[in-house]
């Protein structure tokens, strides 16, 4: 095939980060990860890959499906990472069993799902995100909400929602409901996904009492305030439920003192697509993006699933999906900094290559000709690539 027929292509669901992408990446992530520092985590990188059976340890569902897999030489079957919360609980039942807890881990890298992409939904995209690992109580639930809350901030962004909900919450109602495993299960799917006609169709073709059936039905519509818990407390009668809204009133009453409740919603008919969940979940949405921006929640046996007992809550933004959100709301990016465009006359590169090393080390950005040309022609190219100065090199003089 000769060159110019040769067109190639990037796989289904990656993308190029051209300069100006690379560049609003790279300004928030350096936000994200000072931010994280500035709150007591630690950064941890780990590997791309890891074996299938690690990956899928205490994870099932849909996320098993997405991973895509390999083989290395051995025929050992790897897979990518379709998120960090697994290889870091890997790592802290592996690597920190001595160490003192609370754990408070920080990421930035990009992870990996086979799955429909749209824009801000690629099959490989980039996650900032926490795990705070040895805390069991709503303290350390309120810290990553808070903390969740003032990444979103950080970012630029100030027109969001968090809701914030509990999986114990609807396991109490599932437990005492007499639903089959399967109709359990089916009812949760109808509720990731806010599909209600479709949990009208099943619960109305269950054997459940007609009370039941409503008590179910107003799940996804629990949704607001303060007073959303003290309703959802006279709807139900059993302790896990009730054990759960106690322990978002907990998490909620701590919010406050973070400053952050105004952006915090409760949801109860919240349910992640992830099913590593064992108490308060959250998610953070903006208007015109029908995705979230971030998730997060409790995870209590995830490291038990690789050996130590170790209660642990996290959550990851989307960094291409606050991209997009910033970007339809209007909010600037950072401009790219030029400051001196180094040209020079025939004879004086070595006195532009010093000239230009000079201003760089001030912490300038200078970009240098690689040619020699005239002054007019010089003033044209700085004009055309947008720097702020000139500064032209012939033989006698060295400025410009
Ligand atoms: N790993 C989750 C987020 C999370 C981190 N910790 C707990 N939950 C995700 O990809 O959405």
């Known amino acids: 095939m000769s060159r110019s027929q040769f067109l190639p292509q990037i796989p289904y669901g990656t993308k190029d980060f051209l300069p100006r992408d690379a560049r609003r990446k790279r300004a928030a992530e350096n936000a994200l990860a000072s931010l994280f520092a500035r709150w007591g985590y630690d950064e941890v990188v780990t590997p791309t890959f890891e074996y299938l059976e690690t990956l899928t340890v205490g994870v099932s569902g849909d996320l098993v ?12 079957i790897l897979a990518l990472r379709p998120d960090m919360t697994t290889p870091i609980a890997r790592v802290a039942a592996t690597r920190f069993r001595e160490s003192v807890p609370p754990l408070r881990l920080f990421y930035l890298t990009n992870v990996f799902r086979q799955e429909q992409a749209q824009a801000g939904r690629q099959c490989e995209f980039y996650q900032a995100g926490v795990e705070l690992l040895g805390a069991g109580g709503p303290a350390a639930d309120a810290e990553v909400v808070a903390l969740a809350v003032t990444a979103l901030l950080e970012t630029g962004l100030t027109n969001f929602q968090v809701g914030l909900g509990q999986v114990q919450f609807l396991n109490g109602v599932m437990a005492e409901s007499g639903l089959t495993a399967g109709e359990q299960q089916r009812v949760k799917q109808f509720l990731v996904s806010r599909d209600l006609v479709g949990l009208g169709e099943i619960l109305a073709g269950s054997s459940l009492s007609a009370a039941a059936q409503k008590l179910i039905r107003e799940i996804p519509l629990l949704h607001g305030n303060d007073k959303v818990v003290s309703e959802a407390y006279r709807l139900v009668g059993n302790d896990v439920s009730r054990a759960a809204l106690d322990n978002l009133a907990d998490i909620r009453r701590l919010l406050a003192g973070y400053g952050v409740e105004r952006y915090v919603t ?24 029908g995705f979230p921006l971030c998730g997060g929640g409790r995870y209590d046996n995830m490291v ?49 290559i010093a000239e230009a090393g000079r201003l760089r080390h001030e912490g300038r950005t200078v970009e240098m000709a690689l040619e020699a040309s005239s002054r007019a022609e010089a003033e044209a190219a700085r004009a055309a690539k947008g720097y702020s100065r000139l500064v032209y090199c012939d033989n006698n003089v060295a400025a410009g």
């Open 266 to 289: 409760f949801d109860l008919g919240l349910i992640r697509d992830l099913d590593y969940y064992t108490g308060m979940v959250f998610e953070g949405y903006t208007p015109g993006l």
């Open 65 to 76: 499906q997405s991973l895509f897999k390999f083989f290395d030489r051995n025929n050992a």
């Open 304 to 352: 038990a699933a690789f050996g130590v007992d170790c209660p642990a809550t996290g959550f990851a933004m989307g960094i291409e999906r606050i991209l997009l959100a910033l970007e339809r709301q209007g909010i600037a990016p950072p401009e790219a900094v030029r400051d001196a465009y180094v040209a020079w006359d025939e004879g004086a590169l070595a006195a532009a």
